[in-house]
Each structure stands twice: as C-alpha cells, then as structure tokens.
C-alpha cells in the first residue's frame, strides 16, 4: 500500500502543480487515486468508502494556506484521515493493576502469536523495566510450547511448563498462580489458533479469559492477511472484549490494509506492530507516523530511534577520542562501524524510514541494490574476521600472500578483500579530514566517493 499510494498521489500532485484552487473536479481525481490504492491493497470497501466519504467532506471545505500547492493540501488532508482511521498518536499497554498484569494473546494459527508473545516480553522487560512469566495454552500443536520456551529465553523473560495433555484453562491458572507467589509483574498468555475460525476455539478462549480476567487482550493479526483478517477481526471481537491489536509481518511484502481493516472493524486500537523477525523486532504503533510511511514521508522519528538504539555511544565516543589524540583509524574501527549498521537493522531498513523524496534524490534506489549493498557489508565483515589482530592494527601489513590467506578463510576471492580493503581506504582518509578540522570539505567529497555500497 505505501509505494502504490505514495506513487498515485506524487502524480496527483505534479498533475495539479498548475491549478490554484481546490475544486470538486480535482478532490474527484484525487479520491479516485486514493480509492484504487486502498481498494489494491486489500483495504475492505467498508473502510475505503466511509474513508473516502470523510476526506470528500473535508477537501471542499478545505483552504489552501500559504504556499502550498492544492495537490500537497490534499496529500496533507489524505495524511490527517490515514492517521486518524488507524489511531492518532500511541496506545500504551495498561499495566494498571494489581500485580501479575494478565495479558492473553489471540489469533488464528500462522499470525505469529507465539514470536510476538515473547517479543512483548522483551519490550515489557526492556523499555517498562518489567520481571515477566510466559505460558503457552496451544495444547494442539506438539511444537508450540517448546517453540514459547526457546523464545522466552531469548527475551530474558521465564517460561511456566505446561504440556499437551493439560487443559488450556488448568495451564493459565496455575501460571497465574505461579506468578502471584513469585512477584512477577506480568504474566503473558499464548493461545491456541486454528487455520480458520471455528467454534471450538471461540469457545475455548472464551472460558479461558472468563477465568483469568486478562487486563489486556490483544487481538495478533498477520497485515499480510489481506481481506480475510476482516472477518477474523470480525470473530475475534464479537467473542472477546478485546483491548488492542497487534499487527505482525508488517515489514514483508505486504500491502498494508489490515492496518486500516483491522482498526475500523475492531474499534480498538493498534497497539504494536512487529517491524522484523528478530526477537527485539516489536514497535509501538504510531497512527501518524505509519500513515507518513505509507505515503512516502518517511518516519524520521524511527530512524532516530533505530540509530540511537543500534549505535553503541560509548565505543563511539572512544573511538572519537582515539582519534582526536592522533590515533590512526583501524580495520577494528571500520569493524565496529558495519556492526552498527547491521544493529539498526541493515540499510533496507534505515532506507524505508528515509522520505520517498530523498531516496529519488539518490538515485531512486532499487531493492536489487540494497540487498547487493546488504551482501557487501556481511562480505566486508567476514573478510574482517578472518585476519589477525595485528592485521587489523596494522593494514599496510597486508600483502599478497596474506590477502590469499584472508580470502580463503572468509570464502571470496583475493579481489574481493581488495575492494574492502579500498573502502577502508577511503574510510581512514575522511577519518583524518575530520581530525584535520576539514569536515566541511569532506561533505562535499562525499559524493564522489566510488565502490561504496549504495546508501553507505
């Protein structure tokens, strides 16, 4: 959804770049775009209409301030519903109760429950400062409680046992009971699902919250789901009060209508969405900021907090010192750089948060490219690795007969530890700009720097 209706409505505005008011005429090209774009992306017509109908309402009412053109007023318009149909601004997990906070965890099977189960646990730990218990109720499927246990573990958190030949409602209440004697401060419950509703499970989760009384239920929905996550939505709200959503998958190549769906028909709010497989891959869900991504504005505060997270201010700031007082810049330098990189989650990543603007401005960097510039940093890293620590201290060491040892154990070829080598080059010498007081200089060199990944 976000390229398809970022691209539809950065045409809109180039078409409209000459008119100099709003009129019916051009609202109508407008919401047409934004109604096949939403339509494309799996958005339920339900929601597209009632969408529709309230930006329509406010376009011809609407004035043009200042220097804006009537395409970027629109644009802007179309930014305020998005954010306002998928909940303006964040909703917080409510942890207001007498300790352990219950939170039961719903879905159909395939959603990724279990993964988003245990990277709650990791956010409650890490950012709420939060002691956590996980139990797994899925007495189905053999693998699942097996499958909560490695994960937990990866979270920091503990897992209560439970095994298949207990029932569902037995297994919470002793975790429950586990948790009050031991003073955790949550306890988080993974449910079973099915491959499509049915009544033994609506049911079953049912008598399950009944007994628990869970302070937060929140319904896990796959956003590549499409228009099927409407009628699990649907389901999954007339048999549980539920309190939030949380949207899973939300960085694969899906297109983005659940966000929209999901929050219409359940009139709850998206509380998390999870960004990326790995265990600390779980965002709290920002209504305006993901309808600026999705209409390629980007999300700048993301970013932000990508990099602030992924870069280790410490090792940074002696590295700067190190180099201040005359030290060279050494392959274990370069090292902890593309370390970095990969923390923040690779240049896809850090590239999707980044305007559409911006990225057309480079060049219009395509997938190909970065996935070749992801490949580049692993291959820079592995050639790293296999040299000695002197290797790394000293570079101009490295002749030859090394190069052929260094290719060898890190799987390429003697031209590929070249080219790394090179960059490294390259690197060091910006490194003694900026030392020199040239940074100025050094910016306006950027840009001709060659054999760098795209993006780096």
Partial sequence: MASTLADRLGRLVKTMRGQARITESNVQDMLREVRMALLEADVALPVVRDFIARVKEKALGAEVVGSLTPGQA???????????????????IN??????????????????????????????????????????????????IEQ????????????????????PRDIALAA?????????????VDTAGRLAIDEALMTEIRELHAAIKPVETLFVVDAMQGQDAINTAKAFKEALPLTGVVLTKLDGDSRGGAALSVRAITGVPIKFAGVSEKIDGLEAFDGERHAGRVLGMG????????????VDLESAKAMADRLKSGDAFTLDDFLLQL???????????????????LTAKAGGIKQDDMDRAERDLRRMTGIIHSMTPLERRKPDLIKATRKKRIAAGAGVQ??????????????????????GGGLMKMMKRMGGMKGLPPGL
Avoid: C
């Fill in 148 to 167: 909560l246990k490695v994960v937990t573990a990866q979270a920091g958190a503990e897992w209560f046992p439970s095994s298949p030949d207990q029932k």
């Fill in 299 to 310: 999300d700048i505060v993301a970013l932000v907090e990508e990099v602030t997270k992924g």
């Fill in 176 to 188: 429950l009971d586990h948790a009050r004697r031991h003073y955790f401060d949550v306890l988080l």
């Fill in 339 to 357: 370390q970095q990189m990969k923390k923040m989650g690779g240049l896809s990543n850090l590239m999707d948060k980044l305007p559409s603007q």
């Fill in 74 to 92: 629109l644009v802007g318009l179309v930014h305020r519903e998005l954010a306002a149909t998928m909940g303006e601004g964040v909703a917080d």
């Fill in 414 to 435: 003697v031209q590929d530890v070249n080219r790394m080598l090179n960059q490294y080059g390259q690197m060091r010498d910006m490194m003694k700009k900026m030392r």
């Fill in 95 to 144: 942890l207001a109760t007498q300790p352990p906070a219950v939170i039961l965890m719903a879905g159909l099977q395939g959603a990724g429950k279990t993964t988003t189960t245990a990277k709650l646990a990791k956010h409650l730990i890490e950012k709420r400062k939060k002691k956590v218990l996980t139990v797994s109720g899925d007495v189905y499927r053999p693998a699942a």
